[in-house]
T-cell receptor, first 112, second 113 residues
Framework: EDQVTQSPEALRLQEGESSSLNCSYT??????LFWYRQDPGKGPEFLFT???AGEEKEKERLKATLTKKESFLHITAPKPEDSATYLC?????????????FGTGTKLQVIP | DGGITQSPKYLFRKEGQNVTLSCEQN?????MYWYRQDPGQGLRLIYY???????QKGDIAEGYSVSREKKESFPLTVTSAQKNPTAFYLC????????????FGPGTRLLVL
């Protein structure tokens, strides 16, 4: 069974304190990994798509990386406005059957 | 502005009642999806549609129904058969199928009276 695990469940950082969020996966036939940001009571907002091990993408203070077993979302010098829940999702193609499996998210709080 | 709209933002359902959640997109995307989000759980796929007049069940389709008569619209009906409908419902769309990035609407929160 495909599994996506995000850790930690919650993370509290001081403003400017860099850290990383983890998304580990056990799937067969990984085709892509997606990162989203979700604010309370709103829909997820797309951040990145990664397709192959070694790939990296950056956007402002965020950098996403991908290995064969996990992805990291690095947050450099976070600001309070980075507070949100960060979701990862993996897209798999198993014998022609495609689906996307979401993790439960990491809730990030950045304190001024 | 291109995007996905969902209405209403909040919806209240009485016992035994069917309710319909609206999802409209003007991104010219072929594929549309419905997810359910519950606290402490990942998003779970209810139904998806890759082309007009065609849709497939996701992981938790029981108690739900959909239609896809227009490319822009993918309404979800929560029937009385869904015994635990209280959740946050999210609609998404993508250019193609699951391999493409999905873009989400703002969500509808369904509560049971």
């Amino acid at each position: 069974e495909d599994q996506v695990t995000q850790s930690p469940e919650a993370l509290r950082l001081q403003e400017g304190e860099s850290s990383s969020l983890n998304c580990s996966y056990t799937v067969s036939g990984l085709r892509g990994l997606f990162w989203y940001r979700q604010d309370p009571g709103k829909g997820p907002e797309f951040l990145f798509t990664l397709y192959s091990a070694g790939e990296e993408k950056e956007k402002e203070r965020l950098k996403a990386t991908l290995t064969k077993k996990e992805s990291f979302l690095h947050i450099t010098a976070p600001k309070p406005e980075d507070s949100a829940t960060y979701l990862c999702a993996v897209q798999v193609d198993s014998g022609g059957y495609q689906k996307v499996t979401f993790g439960t998210g990491t809730k990030l709080q950045v304190i001024p | 502005d291109g995007g996905i709209t969902q209405s209403p933002k909040y919806l209240f359902r009485k016992e035994g009642q069917n309710v319909t959640l609206s999802c409209e997109q003007n991104l010219n995307h072929d594929a549309m999806y419905w997810y359910r989000q519950d606290p402490g759980q990942g998003l779970r796929l209810i139904y998806y549609s890759q082309i007009v007049n065609d849709f497939q069940k996701g992981d938790i389709a029981e108690g739900y129904s959909v239609s896809r008569e227009k490319k822009e619209s993918f309404p979800l009906t929560v029937t009385s058969a869904q015994k635990n409908p209280t959740a946050f419902y999210l609609c998404a769309s993508s250019i193609g199928g699951f391999q493409e990035t999905q873009y989400f609407g703002p969500g509808t929160r369904l509560l049971v009276l």
